[in-house]
């Protein structure tokens, strides 16, 4: 069987049996694939927010799912009935913008001082603590903090009852970030959890590929047991990079009017993409 030359989506799908594309980067919630350690992340992030500990700090090189990881719990705590913001990415260097930014996200009235601001999250804080109500502020890409605002990251941590932190913090970043809260003492003496999340095991890539075809519509086998350890060792186990292989292998295989992918397809694939 030869697949046509066009490459519409529809005709790419329909020729896999897929419903929708089971390889997109797009950090969708329902394609990511839980391992032991993003399990263990998630547990970690839930109890750090429902026991009002304050600092919560996911690590993890590029593409190990950080994004994705953020909004499965962003998710998680709007349905608990939180008031949770998120920032996805941290673009202002200085201390009233990044104050500013999170007033926003929690939908706060507009305010020109840094203390006006101070005091209007503030007082966010305590009428949610008067219903009850944890108030959670999620930053995604937190690689990108600054010294100045990472001290407004600290300060606003001050906020708290006798029992418990007023807001709760959960910082997603890569491994870089991890020596910028080293070296201030005052906010990595705040952390209250960590998590880190490393690439896959071998053993785990084949899971993940299938578990993101089944979300997809399809059940049945595509890759070869040789086409699985070819990706595992130019993917170093990052998910990221095995959905662009994947990806990419789905669609020469549909041109090559295949309708499974083998090693030989992914060794051709590699050679043409670039995952760095």
Do not use: W
């Not at 529809?10 to 329902?30: A, I, K, W």
């Not at 104050?99 to 006006?116: G, K, N, Q, T, Y």
């Amino acid at each position: 069987m030869s697949a046509q030359t066009e490459t519409q989506p529809g005709v790419y799908l329909d020729f896999f049996g897929f419903t929708e594309r089971p390889f997109s980067t797009s950090p969708d919630p329902r394609f990511v694939y839980l391992t032991r350690e993003h399990k263990a992340a998630i547990a970690k992030c839930r109890y750090a927010v429902g026991e009002g500990l304050g600092l919560t700090v996911v690590y993890g090189d590029i593409g190990t799912g950080k994004s994705t990881l953020a909004r499965l719990l962003y998710g998680q705590f709007h349905n608990d009935g939180y008031l949770v913001a998120m920032l996805p990415n941290v673009l202002v260097g200085s201390a009233t913008q990044f104050l500013r930014a999170i007033c926003r996200a929690f939908h706060l009235p507009e305010a020109r001082s840094l203390l006006d601001m101070l005091d209007n999250l503030q007082g966010l804080l305590l009428d949610a603590f008067s219903r009850d109500q944890k108030v959670v502020l999620m930053i995604d890409e937190a690689q990108a903090l600054t010294g100045p605002t990472l001290e407004v990251i600290r300060q606003i941590l001050n906020f708290e009852s006798d029992a418990t932190k007023l807001l709760q913090v959960a910082l997603f970043g890569q491994n870089e970030l991890r020596g910028k809260i080293h070296r201030r003492k005052p906010l990595r003496s705040r952390i209250a959890i960590t998590s880190t999340l490393d690439p896959l095991p071998p053993e785990e890539v084949p899971n993940l590929i299938r578990y993101r075809m089944m979300v997809a519509g399809r059940r049945a086998e595509l890759f070869t047991p040789e086409a699985y350890e070819r990706i595992f060792l130019a993917s170093q186990g990052i998910p990221r990079a095995i959905c662009i292989i994947c990806d990419n292998a789905l669609l020469q295989a549909f041109l090559e009017g295949r309708d499974y992918v083998d090693a030989d397809i992914i060794d051709r694939v590699v050679q043409e993409i670039d995952l760095e």
